[in-house]
């Protein structure tokens, strides 16, 4: 699904442990009890010789949001751009392990790293349309891909974008004004109507409604509720209380490590490790 005989491939960004490719299930792996989506098998990573993450064990349920939480600089977001190889992208990373995405090795050295991210789309903190109109901001990718044939082809895929992102109604009389323009709520569903233009299976999103207001942050959150029964979403936050009102499944990261994975509501009404419990009740933080 994901692979190209003719994909680049850097060993000098991703120095992968040969000896994982062949591993079971490890001792200890923390596991729903429900159909997963990706599996991360002694996941490690390293900035240069500063080791960032440490064996994560962890399956992502399918069809199910999942809240990464824990202090600042525990390697949730480092864990997060696991999943879509955007780390490939900074000098000096290492990394071993397996991640699979339906069965698949993501990091196989045949794998066409652009239809992996067409597949599993991202959402970032800060909200960054591209500096085009908002139909072309949805327009982009499909058209790379060669998924829309014709205009009209494309117009009902940017129409159905921009609708499941919940911001049709308040664009659909100015889709040639930049994306630029809109407000910082409204540029963040942009951002979410163009990852899910392009029908991916997998949508991360690292802290999207940090920069928001609270009115915005609630309808981000509801459209995530929403976007959960066709998408498999896993997001980065720091707010605990935004983790408990849209994740069914919620991981705890600290120093590096995965200390507790379960589902949200046990997680945060009965953990079973001490410092989840910590973290938790705001004994640190």
Request: net charge negative; aromatic share 8%; charged share 25%.
């Amino acid at each position: 699904m994901y692979s190209t005989e003719s994909a680049e491939y850097s060993e000098t960004v991703t120095d992968r442990d040969a000896s994982t490719d062949t591993a079971t299930e490890p001792a200890g792996v923390q596991t729903p009890e429900a159909q997963a989506k990706v599996l991360v098998r002694d996941l490690k990573l390293w900035y240069g010789e500063t080791q960032a993450l440490y064996d994560i064990n962890m399956d992502v349920v399918e069809r199910q949001v999942t809240a990464l939480i824990g202090p600042s600089g525990c390697g949730k977001s480092s864990f997060l751009r696991c999943l879509n190889r955007m780390n490939d992208l900074i000098p000096d990373v290492a990394i071993r392990g397996r991640v699979e995405l339906d069965g698949q090795d993501i990091y196989a050295p045949h794998v066409d790293i652009v239809q992996l991210r067409s597949h599993v789309g991202m959402v970032f903190q800060k909200p960054n349309p591209f500096p085009k109109s908002i139909y072309e901001n949805i327009a982009y990718a499909p058209r790379l891909h060669g998924i829309a044939e014709s205009r009209s082809q494309m117009d009902e895929l940017v129409e159905d974008s921009l609708r499941r992102a919940g911001l049709w109604n308040e664009v659909a009389d100015r889709l040639d004004t930049p994306g630029t323009a809109l407000s910082g709520g409204q540029q963040q569903r942009l951002c979410i109507a163009r990852a899910i233009a392009v029908n991916p299976e997998v949508i991360l999103m690292d802290e999207p409604a940090s920069a928001l207001d609270p009115m915005a942050t609630a309808t981000i959150e509801e459209l995530i509720d929403e976007l959960r029964h066709n998408y498999t979403i896993v997001i980065v936050t720091h707010n605990l209380q935004q983790a408990a009102r849209v994740a069914g499944y919620t991981a705890f990261f600290h120093m590096g490590r995965l200390i507790e994975y379960n589902d949200t509501d046990t997680l945060f009404t009965t953990p079973r490790e001490q410092k989840t419990e910590d973290y938790i009740t705001g004994r640190y933080g």
